[in-house]
DNA sequence: TGCTGGCACTCGCACGGACAGAGTGCCAGG
DNA sequence: CCTGGCACTCTGTCCGTGCGAGTGCCAGCA
């Protein structure tokens, strides 16, 4: 369809633009690149790129910008992942291995992704669906009160309050506890519900199946809301490197970004873990419309326990995003697998 | 020093430009308030409290908009603090009320701040050092790795993977487990340190004494490193009210709520749960100078055991945040007590 | 057929002068 | 001590001009 030059054409302007953030024109892209051919025929080819949709120009006699489809075409199909270097690799690794729990290495990998790509960074916690029980603590707090906390393989600890609807003994607690135990530890959360089922029946006194069922309700309910993922963006003062036409482009961004749904969405509700590049209008969030989005899952093992990425400009470094995120998610997942 | 009238034109200088966003001149003055005096003595007043630094015209032959120092005697002398009214104080307690956990607790409270005030809002997580231990819980993971896990009576759950020097059974385990929670349960972080310190000794086994000797260790420094406070913050997007001069406004801002340490440092140092208020220059971080915090600790209990505040521009209706402030502060108090 | 140099044309933008409006300071009078 | 009036000083805005970048088209050439 369009020659080879003309490829090369938009990837020339694509470079330019991101760097200058400026519409580059004919003059200009044949003095920065050897693209062997004079102004007027890039002129031509240009005509070409915009009569295909993937330039524009914001006013007549104007440079030319990429427009969505032209930086589509530009990831697909121009330009690579530019890799990291070895000493970023090394800082990358360093920096990770200090944290100390999990909710560190999320806060590292977020001010890392955020300085490396200087754009917005989003990382989800491990998620709760592929994840594995670890450990069930159940505590007596009062006669009637029993707080439940429980621990997932990637370190992850929730805990929620119990009103019993009678006093629990601490001996029929202990027997809740380690009977739970020898069933979940080590299994999937979404094999517990199966598990745990016929648990009440193994106890004697109706008020303790009312409190065992009570606690198991509780047990999976904690499972289904966080499996909703919590998450944490760091980076937004990158946001003011935008541009000029600010204040437009910067509240729906920052809009969004406090709307975890519209986040959780944004990483990609599909579950593979490969890297996925949503540009401008391909995001169905309607503030979004002017930036892209970079993710990609990691994980501790072989699959993808969660996402992370980055927001930035429609008009960004896409080679080196992309570079920065895919390091960044290997690195993490290498650190989530060790603890 | 200053008459009543003055100090009424400062009231309506502040209350006007807090309002319009722009500069406020002697005409307009009158026109808007009762001051029962004409424009020219309006302007007299004016020219002495400029005089006195609490007013400065931005450009000669402009309205004048008040300094720092004016800002400082409007909220210590001419303004309350504007209460909730009764329906808005029903709709605080019931979002709040939904909250499940700490997490959402804290969540929904920087959520309903940043609404009310439509400005930024912090939450300080809970702290340690004034909480108290509901439970600590000791898990085996491996024959010589024990996972800690720190349950404060303020609902926050902490944990930390721990590496003996040796490995450490089952029953000494629960040994150590019961003699901890004897000892701690129920104390303050602060007197955790002495009562743990000769745990050790109870201990025969040489290697034993090691393991606990590594896991007090592991949880003094758990307390010690997470009175370092965790925050959470909302409410960025209303930053883009601020102005039309933004990018340079709104720069340093966003990068100062990212370091936690200056956000800290913002809510107060100071252990008094009293509301606070600084303007412009009296914030120590440089990117904050054009902007004003409000704080105020609140508390599960009689004392403070944390902070919360909104960050805005020092042009802002101080009654109203200081209403806002207060009123959710006291609720999220009332919340906590409750859990 | 495809590339090139040349040329006329179109805009956006920066510069500069003129103008209106808001606001001030000062002064004399009540 | 307050008030009305007056002259003055700015700023923000509007408009007209000129410049420069960039385009589109065309005729010529390989």
Redesign the interface.
Known sequence: MLSERRLEVLRAIVQDYVGTEEPVGSKALTERHQLGVSPATVRNDMAALEEEGYIAQPHTSAGRIPTDKGYRLFVDRLAGVKPMTAPERRAIQNFLECA??L?DVVARTVRLLAQLTRQVAVVQYPSLTRSTV??V?L?S?APARV?L?L?TDT?R?????IDCPAPFGEASLADLRARLNSRVVGRRFADVPQLVQDLPEAFEEPEDRGTVSTVLSTLLETLV?ETEE?LMI????N??RFGHD??LT??PV??A??EQVVLLKLLGEAKDPAMRVRIGHENAYEGLNSTSVVSVGYGSGGEAVAKLGVVGPTRMDYPGTMGAVRAVARYVGQILAE?
Chains 1, 2 share one sequence.
């Open positions: 100390v729990d909710d670890r450990h603590e505590l707090m707080m906390v621990i370190g600890v929730e805990q929620r309050m809301e919590r760091g980076g937004t003062a946001l003011t600010f204040p910067i509240r920052l809009e970004l406090e603890s």
